[in-house]
Structures are given as C-alpha cells and as structure tokens.
C-alpha cells in the first residue's frame, strides 16, 4: 500500500515537472503556453434580472381625442387574446420601456406611442400611471414619457454601446406578445447596422429573442446597463427569427437628453444628396483610394448650396473630422454647432480644396414623412425587365399617402423583383426616381425609356429620393 501511494505521488510530482518543463520551453521558443481552460458558464443571470425588472415597464398608448391615427409600419398591435386594440377603441399601440431616471422618465421607441395622445405605463410591482407628456423623435424612433409624479422610481443606467463587441452576452427584457417582465438572453451578433428604417441609425444585431410587444424596451449588458432600445426584428413571419435589432445607447442617451430638455431634436442641416466612393468610383474620379461621399443633389439655397459645393464635390472632411462614407456625414453634420462656420476639405476636378460652409437647423420636415400603402402596381405602371422594377407617376393621391410633398416630381418605384439590380443596388418600393445616367425624369415614361436604353453592362446610374428627402445614387450594373 505504501509503495502504491510512493508511485502515484511520485507520478504527481513529475507530472508537475513535466508541465512546468512544456511552459517554460514554449516561453523560450516564442510560443503561447498551452490552455489550461476555458472560463466556466455563468450558472444564472438572476442578480442582473432583479436589478433590471424594477425599471422595466409596459405602455399602452391611447388616442382619447379622436385624432388621426398613423398606418402602423411593424406588428407591435400582434397581441394575444385579450389584449388586443379591437378591445379598446382608444387603443393605437402596445409595447415597453424604461425608466431612465428616478424622477420618472420612460424612454421607448416613436413607433409605440405613434398617434397616441395619453400613455399608460405600468410598472412590475402593478403601479400604474396616466400621463400625457410625450415627446417624440421620428428620426430615430425613439421617444419619452415623462411621468407627472413625484414618487422616486427605480432606474437603469445607460452604458456604453460603443464598447460592445460580436460575442457579448445580453439580455432583452420587454412584453412580447403582453407578457410583461420577459427575459431572454444571447449575444451581440452585429454592431453598426443601418436598415434604412429610419433617417439616423446605429443598431447593435442581437440573437436575444425579440417579438412584437418587445420594442422600446432595454437590451442589457450583464452589469444591467443599457446598451440598446429594443426597436425591431427583421422577419420573414413578423415573429422571432434570430435577427433583432436595438438602437444604440448612446444615440438613445443623446436623443432622450435632448427630448427632456427642449421637446424636440435639433440638428444640423447641409442638403445634399450623396453616394458612398468605392473604389470603382475613387478611379473614375482619379483618387488614390475608395472613401469619401460624392455630392449627387445640391437643395437650392440650403448651407451645401451657398458655400459653394457642386454636384461631382467629393467630401473628405467636415468641420475637422475624416468622412469615410454617408453615414459618418451624416453623424457630423447632425452634431455641428448651428450657425457657425466649419471647414469642409472636397476633391473637385483632380484637385483638394477647401470650402467654409455654415450648418443651419435641419427643417423640421425634413425626414418627417408620413407612413402608407403603396399605390397598385398594376394600375398603369411601366416595368423595365433587365432592371428588375416598375414606376409609375407620382400623382398627388399617392404623394399624399406617402409623404411627398406637392411640388415631388420623379417616377415612383410601385414594384421591385427581389433578386433583380434594382434591388439588388439598394433600391426600394416607395423611392423616387429622379434622375436617370444624369438626366432628369419628371415623369414614368421619361424614366422607363431612360433605363431601358441604358447600359447595365457598363452600369446605370440612378439618382433616387425617399419621402424624407434624402437623394442617394445608385449603380444597377450586371457583372
């Protein structure tokens, strides 16, 4: 027995050496010591869970004056039995929140509370409260509701979204379907997103299951922070498919601040129309490398208009900072001080150059289109094959319900082939086609028989405008 246990210690011993030996020889050699292991699973997420649910609430948005009430863009009003808008007239739209400050201040997504004049926002612990203090902001679908009380409430603090990175855990808490206080967890699948939703964008992709009832409420990290507003799901079924999104928590943090001090998000305003350089575009152009946006559309007498930019302007820098595509022009522009002169560094005929250009407040429609149905495709409408799309003239009805404004003149894109170059450029139903290979369209006929004899070979050049006025071109070339 003795000399059993001798050898098994021995054994230990130099199986001790022996590891201690393959480390330091690794080190020596340049190489990573072996793993010994990974981390353990988190056994629960219940301590986050508790500190989080308090803070979490639900909103019924009502309509208690009769007012007119917005086409819903996505499937908050799927809820179950019971709880559906059918059982309360007044009703125009269900989903969640949080409360981002202890003197009641719920923050939730636009969509939710859309049309809705009263909001009612109950808490876990069955507190219920009525409040009319709604401020919104379309442009992110965001908005917030501040409660006339003077209780204290529990709260959430927001993170960091920027620090977030693929692979993070979270979880999202909300009412899917009316089942208040639901948890689900995952992990960040994306981080940057744009879906064209929305005139400003910054989701984070998550696995965590997100469903109707989910939107406006908080995507968390495991500290409890809130890194994102729960906004949508891309789905096939209108149900979870592995693919939700959330706005970013600093776009949140930054909205929600300026809707509870002014009611409202001022930003700033340049007016014009861009494309993204690639590198295709950066040869054309004779620059050394893909980066940049081209100005394609110039508003007349908007600030792009009076300091002098010119359609064909590549724009490098503004106000001090590099702008390596539209969406970082975008981002600049809506945070620089309004009314004061800033730098913009452009490539114009083979040659740098410099421009003062003075950012002014973004009208307030511009971006505030309304919501519709699309006109019937069948009606009248021209269909170009090779392109993959049919247009249609924009008559004042169809203006109306989509939220052009009287003057919008253009083609209207009724119908799009899911897999044809239209699409597959960025187009989409709803858009305005201005402009064809540089030429203007004013009208269907002008616009069918300009993409029809234009070269998808060499690559046709679409210049189009959503009802928000945003001008993007778009390249539908066969390769």
């Known amino acids: 027995m003795k000399r059993t246990l001798l050898i098994v210690i021995m054994l230990c011993v130099a199986s001790g050496i022996l590891g201690t030996y393959l480390r330091m020889t690794s080190l020596l050699q340049g190489q990573a010591p072996p793993t010994v292991g990974v981390p353990k699973e988190l056994a629960s997420y219940r301590d986050v869970v508790k500190k989080v649910l308090p803070a979490v609430v639900s909103i019924e948005a009502l309509n208690k004056n009769g007012g007119k009430v917005p086409r819903r863009r996505d499937s908050d009003m799927q809820l179950p039995d019971g709880l559906r808008g059918d059982q309360d007239p007044d009703r125009v739209g269900f ?33 219920s409260f009525t409040s009319t203090r709604i ?70 992709q998550t696995d965590a299951a997100i469903n109707p009832g989910n939107s406006g409420g908080p995507l968390v990290n ?56 690639d590198d295709v575009r950066a040869k054309a152009l004779g620059l050394d490398a893909a980066g940049g946006v081209e100005v394609t559309y110039l508003y007349a007498d908007a600030p792009g208009d009076k300091a002098g930019l010119q359609k064909g302007d590549v724009i490098r820098r503004l106000g001090g900072k590099p702008i390596r595509d539209g969406r970082e022009l975008q981002i600049v522009v809506a945070g620089l ?29 511009f971006g505030a289109s309304r919501s519709g149905t699309m006109p019937d495709p069948d009606n009248g409408a021209l269909t170009i094959e090779k392109c993959g799309l049919a247009v249609n003239d924009l008559i004042p009805e169809w203006a109306e319900r989509l939220g052009y404004e009287e ?21 989409q139903a709803g858009m305005l086609i201005v402009a064809v290979d540089g030429k203007r369209v004013n009208s269907a006929k002008v ?30 070339r066969d390769d």
């Open 95 to 127: 989903g969640s929140g949080f409360v981002m400050s202890p003197k009641g201040v719920v923050v939730t997504n636009h969509h939710v509370v859309d049309g809705a004049d009263t909001a009612v926002v109950r808490f876990k612990d069955s507190r």
């Open 135 to 204: 401020s919104r902001d379309p442009k992110t679908d965001l908005a917030i509701i501040v409660l006339d009380t003077k209780a204290e409430f529990p709260y959430l603090e927001f993170g960091n979204s920027d620090t977030m990175e693929i692979g993070d855990r979270v979880l999202a808490v909300g009412a899917p379907f009316g089942l208040t206080g639901t948890v689900t967890q995952g992990i960040i699948s994306s981080v940057g997103r744009s879906l064209r939703m929305n005139m400003y964008e910054d989701f984070l």
């Open 222 to 277: 495991l500290e409890g922070k809130v890194i994102g507003v729960n906004s949508a799901i891309k789905s096939k079924t209108g149900g979870f498919q592995g693919i939700g999104l959330a706005i970013s928590s600093n776009l949140a943090r930054t909205v929600a601040d300026a809707l509870l001090k002014d009611g409202t998000v001022k930003r700033g305003y340049l007016g014009v129309g861009i494309r993204d350089v």
């Open 337 to 365: 001080p309004l009314g004061k002169p800033a730098d913009v560094a452009v490539w114009r005929d083979g040659k740098a150059m410099e421009l003062k250009v003075t950012i002014e407040e973004q009208p307030t429609t």
């Open 407 to 427: 003057s919008a003149r253009g083609a209207l894109i009724v119908r799009m082939t899911r897999s044809g170059l239209a699409a597959v450029s960025g187009l």
């Open 447 to 476: 616009a069918a028989t300009a993409l029809a004899a234009g070269s998808v070979r060499a690559g046709i050049e679409v210049e189009a405008r959503t009802a928000r006025g945003v001008v993007r071109t778009f390249t539908l």
